[in-house]
């Protein structure tokens, strides 16, 4: 069992760690749980996270799902790129790619989630080969494709050029974050999670995006703020469900809405009352629900008893 859920996730069925190697020989670190006949399910985490923010989803769903999460380059277990070239939402894509032909066998579908950068991985795979022969269905939850600075309330401005820039500057700030301590749990908490989020919740979050490298953070918050992937939600042609929370300072409902409606086959959209940008961390059972429901819909009978 990974070292990073510890006693908390109880016994899991079964697990095992894969390396993905991508297009640029990135290696990806994959842990797979479950039973392999089971339906699977491919977790995609988002920007200072890791394996470990999907903990609550992974224990309920590997009883009957085979369960598929990994690292993003730089988070977690996986190595940061060498260079300026391995932060791009192409490589994000290299990467998804390299995990489906990692773990999936031939024909094998699955539903994908994707929470923030994870939900904008899945955006920027839309059109390669091996996520239109895997993917049966998607959740994008707590996303946006573009505009993500201007759209932003973790700065207590009103909206315009001021307030973007100055988002800018926070979220790419190079300052260490340093030991979780009280002030920074609250910091966190704002920023990130909805006002009445459990100090359990919030503690979790804070030792997981406190893990996150600096360098590997910054890296990517530039990527982030010059996001355009607008383009690329109109590819994503299957069924796509949108989840998120109303009190989400760092991606608002504004872009789940447009998801919805730019999208080419979304099968619903979702919005937590008071529940900020950590979703699968603060309404755990929500989001495990959505998944098992696009698994029931999309995961065909025969391939579920093959």
Request: hydrophobic share 45%; with cysteine; aromatic share 4%.
């Amino acid at each position: 069992m990974s070292r990073l859920f510890g006693s908390r996730t109880g016994s899991l069925p079964y697990s095992r760690e894969v390396i993905a190697v991508s297009a640029d020989g990135a290696r990806v670190h994959v842990e797979v749980y479950g039973p392999e006949d089971a339906p699977a399910v491919v977790l995609a985490h988002g920007w200072t996270c890791s394996i470990g923010f999907w903990a609550e989803q992974i224990r309920d769903l590997a009883r009957d799902h085979k369960v598929i999460a990994y690292d993003q380059r730089g988070h977690g277990r996986t190595p940061a790129p060498a260079g300026p070239s391995g932060y791009s939402t192409r490589a994000l894509a290299d990467d998804l790619e390299a995990v489906l032909a990692a773990t999936l066998g031939p024909g094998e579908r699955a539903v994908l989630a994707g929470h923030s950068m994870g939900g904008m991985t899945l955006m920027a795979a839309a059109t390669r080969p091996a996520f239109r022969a895997h993917a049966a269905a998607a959740l994008l939850c707590s996303t946006g494709p573009s505009r993500l600075a201007a759209e932003a309330r973790v700065v207590p401005l009103r909206a315009g050029r001021a307030r973007t820039r100055l988002t800018k500057t926070v979220l790419g700030a190079r300052a260490p974050l340093g030991p979780v301590t009280p002030v920074s749990r609250r910091i966190l908490k704002y920023g990130t999670m909805g006002p009445g989020s459990a100090p359990e919740r919030v503690d979790a979050c804070a030792r997981i995006v406190h893990a996150c490298p600096r360098r590997v953070r910054v890296a990517w918050s530039q990527v982030l703020a010059e996001l355009d992937l607008d383009a690329d939600v109109r590819e994503l042609k299957l069924p796509v469900a949108v989840l998120t929370g109303t009190a989400d300072r760092l991606t608002p409902p504004v872009h789940s809405r447009a998801l919805a409606a730019a999208l080419p086959q979304c099968v619903g959209l979702e919005e937590l009352a008071g529940t900020g940008h950590m979703t699968p961390v603060e309404a755990p059972e929500a989001v495990t629900a959505r998944i098992r429901g696009l698994v029931r819909t999309y995961i065909p009978v025969e391939q579920e008893a093959a």
